[in-house]
């Protein structure tokens, strides 16, 4: 009789089958294999506001300011700039660059971009919110002009990525679809790419890979980093991410399983390279909504800022560091990180897990039994996203709160709650300019186009005000000052339940000489060089 096979033989015999696909034709030290857990939401530079993609397009599109990998304001398409006025800013265009399909880059081009990534339907949008008018002076010079005094509008600019103009207009390009909206996944700029980068597009197949090759005539002199090509891998199983490092087949994978991290340290021929992040984790509930979309004609309790208050304080955020997230990461009580301007250590005190404290206050509200509601997690974003889900939900339960809980791929979860499909779900930010004006117009408000990622619909007309003063503050004890009165408030209404900032950490094979985390987080290629 044949003994059957145990689930650890299975499971290796899956992950090697799957192993499988990794392998490419005729791997070279000039190539460069890396993956994570989920793929880029689409190639266009004014889309899909998501890390890991924005991190893509860097590596094919340039910003005319962009960050090094320590954070630090650097020159991209720019080489200069002065402020003129306190709205007024000059811009010096670098000359002798050419975009992938070899037009020059201009003032043009410029201006189209500004055009084309203001839509409503571009999740970039907010990059040049604060701009009135963009102005040519010649070819190689700009002004731009904002509609108040923006102290980060530098900061802001970093992810506002350059496109040309001839190549949109001959493409019929101009719209912009991001994920889930209607016409995206046919977006001729969403599955191809002429930009100024150090590297440009060879191949995308949506969720198996993106191929590409070094720009020889890329201005920043990008071959010094020794990769010829990269084959960019999204891989969501995270035995199998491991299992390929291990292997060989990837040169760097993220984010590393962290009850991996120790197996991993202690493997020949890898290095395991972690710190911190600027991306907060968080809970966020549908504050607007009347009735509950899943319990027709049952109102909505989330619309009280008790019940809201109840469920942060029934959360064991020390339990969830200990046992889910292995010590990794930071606890917060903030939306913002130390590293974003507008974090305040006063205000990051958490409110108190107090399962009695939250029973009261459902009783007050008018729930001295509970209720039940939806959660929607992601299952291939965060680090162990899913996990932390899960949970919560017994500690939920324990106040009297019943947790049906859905776990989704992000590459459906994305589309789903910008559609409104949530009314309690996890999510995590890292503000692109690392200013707290990021998130209080993408999260925490809804006037004047924005709430992109504000699917809760929450809205306090003080915290409105607040973040059109914010935006225009140059005094920095001002500007401060205003940041705590936000923070004052939002601890108040409750909208959001921090939880912690996520780590990094990477697994990086012996063929990479050099690897500069970046603050931003995931892989920009400039920054790794290869083993010649």
Known sequence: MTKPASHAALFAAAAVAA???????????????????????????????HGVTNAMKSNMYDPLVRRNFDGALQPGLAERWEQTSPTTWRFHLRRNVRFHGGQPFVADDVIASFERVRQPTSDMSYTVVSIERIEKVDDHTVTIVTKGP????????????????????????????????????????????????PFRLVERVADERTVMEINPNAWDSAAATGIQRAIWRPVSNAATRVAAIRSRELDIMYPVPLQ????????????????????????????A????????????????????????????IAAIQRVVMRG????????????VQGWDREANQRLPHDPDAARRLLAEAGYPNGFTISMH???????NDEAICTAVVPMLARVGV???????????????????????????????????????????????????????????????????????????????????????????????????????????????????????????????????
Not at 275 to 284: E, K, M, N
Not at 377 to 383: A, E, M, S
Request: hydrophobic fraction near 40%.
């Open 19 to 49: 192993l499988a696909a990794f392998a490419p034709p005729s791997a070279s030290a000039q190539t460069l294999r890396y993956g994570s857990a989920n793929d880029i939401l689409g190639l266009d530079p004014h889309a899909n506001n």
């Open 150 to 197: 923006n102290p980060v509008l530098l900061q802001d600019l970093t992810l506002f990525f350059i496109v040309n103009k001839a190549w949109i207009d001959a493409n019929n390009a101009m719209t912009v679809a991001r994920s889930g909206q209607a016409g995206a996944a046919t977006n001729f700029a969403n599955n191809n790419v002429n930009g100024t980068g």
């Open 260 to 287: 991996d991290v120790a197996a991993l340290q202690n493997a020949q021929g890898l290095t395991v390279r972690q710190g911190p992040t600027a991306r907060t984790v968080y809970l966020a509930m549908d504050t």
């Open 289 to 316: 909504r009347e009735t509950l979309l899943d319990q027709p004609g049952v109102k909505n309790p989330l619309t009280d800022a008790r019940v809201r208050r109840a469920i942060y304080q029934a959360i064991d």
């Open 328 to 339: 990794f990461g930071q606890t917060s009580g903030l939306i913002i990180a130390p590293q």
């Open 377 to 383: 997690c992601p299952n291939n974003r965060y680090i």
């Open 402 to 532: 019943n947790v049906r809980l859905t776990g989704m791929n992000f590459s459906q979860f994305i589309p789903a709650g910008g559609q409104g499909q949530f009314q309690f779900y996890l999510l995590g930010w890292a503000p692109g300019n690392f200013d707290l004006s990021n998130p209080l117009r993408e999260l925490l408000t809804m006037t004047n186009g924005a709430g992109t990622f504000n699917w809760g619909r929450y809205s306090n007309p003080r915290v409105e005000a607040l973040r059109d003063q914010i935006a225009t503050e140059t005094n920095m004890e001002n500007r401060a000052a205003l940041s705590r009165q936000v923070w004052q408030i939002v601890r108040e209404d409750v909208p959001i339940v921090p939880l912690h900032q996520e780590p990094q950490v990477f697994a990086i094979l012996d063929t990479v000489a050099e690897f500069n985390m970046r603050v931003q987080e995931d892989v920009e290629l400039r920054h790794v060089r290869l083993r010649r």
